[in-house]
């Protein structure tokens, strides 16, 4: 996870833009912070609606007023910045509200873990405008692939990708993978159990991202709506070192053991003590990339024994061995 601290984003709302772009990560983040608030820690993620006019239209014809000026660079330190598409074949960036914001994107200062740029839809050929995709590789929605490589040919357009991660800039290619690349961001600050659970309020389905080799166990097994079996999930995640048995798992969703493991294998296609070796061994795989040799791994995880971590290794088919 990365280190503490309050991250301000601030979605820059344009005329027309996209509702769509804005609300769902919007209200990923507001989530976010509900269930760190539950769960006793300081919330992470201060939300800033910001654009050049105090008041403007949306997409949907909706209005929206009491909008924060654009900020000056310098009152910037940990923050996001949001830029989000508009319909129609192209983005139109002629008008006075997307000339203003185009001149202070070009002031804006990128640094990976202090102000970075993510951008959702056809946000992405904005940012092209403002010469902020020189040197990066970065997607935008199908439709715009094109706009965004002719904007600026210096840009590594990819294509057919939810989103792509260059440095201090993430792109999405549309609204809902804009909803799947924060829910990334939300894992990578606070954890991949918290945005499960995330993703489990919003009944979104968890999708690999473009440079994830894989889905992360703690949010693979969890394309169901079943809420006792969540509830377990929940349970595991957040403390994968406890005395975990069938019996007691079945006591958190309040159903019998045999009921939970029927429970398991048709709605996550995974056995219950299954799924807690697979969590363990996420944890102890964290554990030595961050120096643990096998023996504080293995303990760190919950496993019994040095032996008990390299079977669960072998199990599920790790390349090479939890000792390098």
Known sequence: MEQSGLIEVLFMLLPTSLVLDWAGPAEALRIANQRLQALGQPVRFALRFVSPRAQTSTSVGVQLAGLEPLPAHATLHKCWVVLLGQPGASMD???PEAQELLHWLRGLRLHSGQRELVTVCAGAVLAAHAGLMAGRRATTHHHHLDELAHTEPRCEVVANRVFVEDGAVFSSAGVTTGIDLFLHRISAVCGAPLAAQVAQSMVVA???GPNDPEFSPFLAY???????LHRVQD???????GPWSVPRMAEVAHTSPRHLTRLFLEH????PLQYLRRIRLAVAQAALQSGHNVTQAAATAGFGSDTQLRRAWHQFGLEGTPAG
Not at 235 to 241: D, G, I, L, M, W
Not at 268 to 271: E, F, H, S, T
């Open 93 to 95: 960036v002629q008008t």
């Open 222 to 228: 969890r394309k169901h709506l079943h809420p006792a």
């Open 206 to 208: 968890l999708r690999r």
């Open 235 to 241: 349970a595991v995640s957040q403390a994968p070192q």
């Open 268 to 271: 996550a296609d995974i056995a």
